[in-house]
């Protein structure tokens, strides 16, 4: 999905007699650019879940009351991160947001309407503060992180299992690719992911999707 960019396809141009093989988990750009080439082989969600390579995904709804939406999605968050922790199970949360003062907003969210240990992680820290943050929950000191658009591509976390969607992605690629981080199968001890999220806040395909 790399190949339209400019670097990329003046790295391919200098081989024009070379074959190319382009492998991607990610095929669909927000540029709508067009990804050439023949299509030799594809590898299904579904096929991957047949595999054991995906696990389970469950959808947890919030009811709709008179608690403030955040509220009631960190309430539900902390039953879920607790019942995980009753079944010996050790996941953690992902508290996911779409602007780091909203991000701010929902660590005092969290800081005051739950016992959950959590801390923000977006571009703004350091980098020695994001890996701080990272063995924290690794070493169960952290219950979850809230996140802007971070913990994507090039992180490996296999307990990070439960997801809190305050904002949910606007299109169905970036939210597959954020499923796809929660669902693998790389740790035994970690069961299915699951994510909450007020029922008005994800879209038919989405919710289809989840189920």
């Known amino acids: ?46 096929q991957a879940h047949k595999d054991g390579i995906y696990g389970d995904i469950e959808y947890v709804p919030v009811p709709h009351s008179n608690m403030d939406e955040d509220v009631a999605i960190a309430s539900k968050a902390e039953k879920v991160i607790k019942k995980e922790r009753d ?29 959950l240990k959590v801390k923000c992680v977006d571009s703004s820290y350091s980098e020695k503060y994001v890996q701080t943050a990272l063995r924290e929950l690794e070493n169960g000191q952290l219950d979850g992180v809230v996140c802007v658009d971070m913990l994507g591509e090039g992180v490996d ?22 499923i796809g981080r929660f669902a693998r ?18 879209k038919f395909e989405a919710e289809r999707m989840y189920k």
Request: hydrophobic share 35%; net charge positive; proline share 7%.
């Open 1 to 46: 999905h790399r190949s339209p960019a400019i670097t990329w396809q003046a790295i391919l141009d200098q081989f024009p007699n070379s074959k190319k093989i382009l492998v991607t988990a990610t095929p669909f750009r927000h540029d709508r650019k067009e990804l050439k080439g023949k299509f030799i082989y594809s590898y299904s969600i579904r």
């Open 87 to 115: 079944s010996g199970r050790p996941s953690v949360l992902l508290i996911r947001t779409d602007q780091k003062k909203r991000a701010k907003d929902l660590l005092r969210i969290y800081e005051e309407n739950t016992n």
């Open 157 to 178: 976390f296999p307990k990070l299992k439960v997801a809190a969607l305050h904002r949910p992605h606007r299109s169905l690629e970036i939210t597959l690719q954020f």
């Open 185 to 202: 199968t790389t740790d035994p001890a970690v069961k299915s992911a699951k994510f909450i999220a007020m029922p008005n806040d994800i």
